[in-house]
């Protein structure tokens, strides 16, 4: 048994990982970052259209006006002073990301310049703002070379393809992580005074993603396993626009240059569901509208997808619609300019060419708003009243600051990566100064050795690859866009019944230890399969529409009974897990209380939860 | 349609598979609009699980699953059946050692990127003012191309120079120095030509053009290269590109 001891460790090499091992590591720590991908295979490289701080540099912008639109965006599950923390600490961290190289698109006053995105506007919902920072299309991309290159200036210690596969507890702290080495199949313990969760999300519990395969939410099911619970996990984010069938991201940039979503009937059907801020009202209000679009058979070819429309002439007749300024027309040139991973994806994967035609998209599973609990510092909580568990701190996707409530907005994920990924690596490094090693347990590789060992030895007749497919499919089918109180239970005992087999009669055909991809994916499903059943049981307990998680059964916002976040958690029984889910934890309105107590009457309340109109 | 893929395989555990070997798996109902690695996949999940590569993002912008697809560097994921035909060979990239199956030995390919120092170096004080340095659009545009690259290796493993002398730093390497050597932002410029002006730097580059075809994204690598060497001979990297010229 190889052990490692490394003050900090990180587990996750995307955004939120390099960020947290940069700072750490300026700040005099010891840090170690442990990662199944080489760092630039990261998903925040997958990011597209921006990210968004208000810089100020095209329109006139303020921080208060992105907390706000935050706040809004969240349906009022958003906490407000962790949203003004983000909102203010993204205009420093893009300035930073900035100093550090990363290739911005400039104005003509050779500032970052800036685009539009969905649900964000100026001075409280007046009107859509630049807001979104941005390189060409591919914003995500340059922010991972950016901090990986700088974390090779900063001589960063990797440890690639390496898995985390458990964490290690003593006495209710967090004492160091154990990963396998993909290489050669052997188990190392990595000790820390501190190990810091930035492992991204879990969008493959659904059949058509935006994810990437490796997004099967390695961090979150571990720390749930041991002892931390899992907040706000009813909210998973489907993205409008994902390219039909394949699920492939195009990007809301697409809308923010103009684009427009056009049904089978050739209507511009969002200026019904969201007069004001049309294409570009926030992600769950546009995916719904596809939805409810499509059951009025008002789909392209009645298959469930609709029409993005970039061309010129279709954004332009808008734009004159619209009495916008001539200059901000269009043509093939901007398109290509301005978007060229987008076209080369249609072009790729679709024959179709967007500056010709129109492409087809449908709602794709895209983030994860719930996650690990943290404070603003990164610190896991593990109850409503906001109590650390020592040395355990997450970011990013795999955590729940909470910033973005019942539905994020965009451009604000890598936002979160950076604002919250930079002040966890400082919090980490200010508490390995102090805190003293923890003695490891004896045999602490035992119970996941153990796993192991039952998924490679296991004779039973189910291929893991068919109950994926099955867990996805459920999970698309009955914890969706849309949900009832009876898909949900379909969809629960049908992870039961998958949870069941997975347990009791797989079969996996690599029995070798080298590169053991077969092996991984198996136990990735098992990790994959305690998420999906944490979404459906803590979906199923909401009875309320909010954000994201949107019944029928319960159509509307229930603010008297239900402006809280849940908690769910788990009594660490892998085959069968008992849970127990709470609405205990108040959400934070500190900055509608300061309205209050400034005596603004209620019209005057920013902040006041109300009901959401774009 | 029934689609034969004929994939080169070896597994350093098993007996009687240490050494390469070829080995053909057919799948029926593939649609000519398939991803190959969806198709991968299918043998993988379907037929036989111990087919190992490395894959992730499966839309090519993470650049994990660099394969040679029918004698040429591409990405798995970025290629579809109807670009490969009924009967597709496989096989791991050359140039690295393969470890198992499609999955070759990665470090060599990063070790030669750390060498040129790939990260801004700007040690002036930042703006007083607290905000970005500035920079045209047009400057910014200098570069743009050279900031696309993923680290996928097809244009490394793809160059017979590479081939010839794994020592020589390799075209990805090259466009990861380009990037910042014509960003006028940054400062270390020089240096980096002068790791680059080395034995095992740009000069080992005969210009065979294997690189360029060989980019999922649709780099300009040999032009790059060229650029490289223009502004080594000339000492300056000013001039060298002209906004014009940039696509």
């Keep these: ?215 099967t939410g390695d961090g979150a099911a571990i720390a749930l396993r041991r002892g931390a619970p899992l907040e706000d996990m009813e909210f998973f984010q489907f993205h409008p626009t994902g390219i039909y069938r394949m699920g492939i991201l195009i990007t809301e940039g697409v809308r923010g240059e103009g684009g427009v979503l056009i049904n089978s009937v050739g209507e511009r059907f969002m200026e019904r569901y969201a007069p004001s801020a049309k294409d570009l009202a926030s992600r769950d209000v546009v995916s719904r509208a596809i939805y409810l679009e499509t059951r009025e058979g008002r789909s392209i070819k009645n298959r469930g997808y609709m029409h993005l429309d970039i061309r010129p002439q279709t954004v332009n007749r808008y734009f004159a619609e619209e009495g916008r300024d001539r200059g901000d027309f269009i043509d093939d040139a901007t398109i290509e300019r301005k978007l060229p991973d987008i076209l080369d994806f249609c072009r790729t994967y679709l024959g179709v060419d967007p500056v010709k035609e129109p492409m087809p998209v449908q709602p794709t599973a895209h983030y994860a708003m719930g996650g690990i609990p943290t404070n603003v510092d990164a610190e896991v909580v593990i109850d409503a009243a906001g109590t650390v568990m020592p040395g355990l701190y997450a970011a990013g996707e795999t955590a729940c600051v909470s910033v973005h409530g019942a539905n994020r907005l965009g451009t604000n994920s890598l936002v979160d990566l950076v604002v919250f990924g930079r002040r966890g690596g400082m919090r980490m490094a200010e508490f390995v ?46 914890i969706g866009v849309f949900r009832t109180q009876e898909t949900m239970q379909k969809g629960i005992n049908d992870l039961a019944e998958l949870r069941e087999r997975f347990y009791t009669d797989i079969q996996i055909d690599d029995k070798t230890r080298v590169f053991n991809t077969d092996l991984m994916e198996a136990w990735e499903l098992g990790a994959l399969l305690d998420l999906a059943d944490v979404t459906a049981r803590t979906a199923i307990e909401r009875k309320e529409s909010r954000g994201a998680h949107s019944r029928e059964d319960f159509k509307e916002r229930d603010d008297e009974n239900w402006l809280a976040h849940s908690l769910i958690s788990h009594d660490g029984a892998l085959a069968d897990p008992s849970y127990t889910v709470s609405f205990d934890k108040p959400v934070d309105l500190s900055l509608w209380e300061e309205e209050i107590a400034r005596g603004l009457p209620e019209d005057k309340q920013k902040f006041r939860p109300k009901a959401r109109v774009y | ?83 490969v035909g009924e009967r597709v060979q496989i096989e791991p990239i050359l140039g690295l050692p393969v470890i198992k199956d499609l999955i070759v030995d990665m470090e060599p390919f990063f070790d030669h990127y750390k060498r040129v120092m790939p990260f801004f170096v700007n040690d002036n004080p930042a703006p007083e003012d607290g905000r970005e340095r500035l920079q045209t659009q047009e400057d910014r545009e200098l570069f743009d191309d050279s900031t696309k690259c993923i680290l996928c290796a097809c244009c490394t493993t793809s160059c017979p120079s590479f081939w010839a002398n794994g020592h020589y730093v390799g075209p990805a390497a090259i466009v990861g120095a380009h990037r910042f050597i014509f960003d006028t932002r940054d400062q270390a410029g020089q240096e980096r030509l002068d790791v680059l002006s080395e034995p095992d730097g740009v000069w080992r580059c005969r210009t065979i053009f294997n690189c360029t075809p060989a980019c999922p994204r649709d780099i300009e690598v040999t032009r790059a290269i060229g650029e490289v060497k223009l502004a080594i001979r000339k000492g300056k990297t000013s001039g060298i590109i002209r906004p014009n010229e940039v696509q």
């Design chain 1, 1 to 215: 048994m190889k052990v490692h001891k490394h003050e900090a460790i990180i587990v996750g090499a995307g955004g939120a990982g390099l960020m947290a091992a940069l700072y750490a590591s300026k700040a005099g720590a010891d840090v170690a970052v442990v990662s199944k991908l080489y760092p630039t295979r990261s998903h925040t490289g997958a990011a597209q259209g921006g990210i968004g701080a208000a810089l100020g540099n095209l329109d006139e912008d303020k921080p208060i006006y992105h907390t706000y639109d935050t706040v809004k965006g969240g349906d009022y599950l958003t906490d407000q002073a962790a949203a003004k923390i983000l909102a203010e600490n993204a205009v420093d961290a893009v300035i930073e990301l900035e100093h550090m190289g990363l290739p911005f698109d400039r104005t003509s006053e050779k500032r970052i310049s800036q685009r539009r995105f969905g649900g964000h506007t100026r001075n409280f919902g007046e009107e859509l703002v630049r807001r979104a920072c941005h390189a060409a299309d591919r914003t995500g991309h340059m922010i991972l070379q950016t901090l990986y290159q700088q974390c090779i200036k900063n001589e960063v210690h990797f440890f690639d393809e390496f898995q985390v596969v458990d964490m290690i507890v003593v006495d209710g702290a967090v004492a160091g992580v154990i990963a396998i080495e993909l290489g050669t199949g052997e188990f190392h313990i990595f000790h820390g005074k501190a190990s810091f969760f930035a492992s991204g999300g879990w969008g493959r519990c659904w059949s058509v993603t935006s994810n990437a395969h490796a997004l």
């Design chain 1, 433 to 478: 100064k102090e805190a003293d090693w923890k003695a490891l347990p004896s045999d602490p590789e035992g119970e996941i050795r153990a796993e192991f060992e039952r998924i490679r030895n296991s004779t039973g007749k189910s291929r893991p690859g068919e109950l994926r497919a099955k867990m996805q499919e459920t999970m698309m089918e009955n």
């Design chain 2, 1 to 83: 349609m029934d689609v034969t893929f004929r994939i080169r395989r070896q597994n350093p555990e098993v007996a009687g598979k240490e050494k390469p070997y070829w080995q053909d798996f057919v799948l029926s109902d593939v649609d000519p609009t398939d991803r190959v690695l969806e198709m991968l996949h299918r043998i993988k999940w379907e037929q036989d699980g111990s087919l190992s590569l490395r894959r992730s993002c499966a839309h090519g912008v993470c650049g994990s699953d660099a394969m040679r697809i029918n004698g040429v560097n591409r990405l798995a994921c970025k290629m579809l059946v109807q670009d």
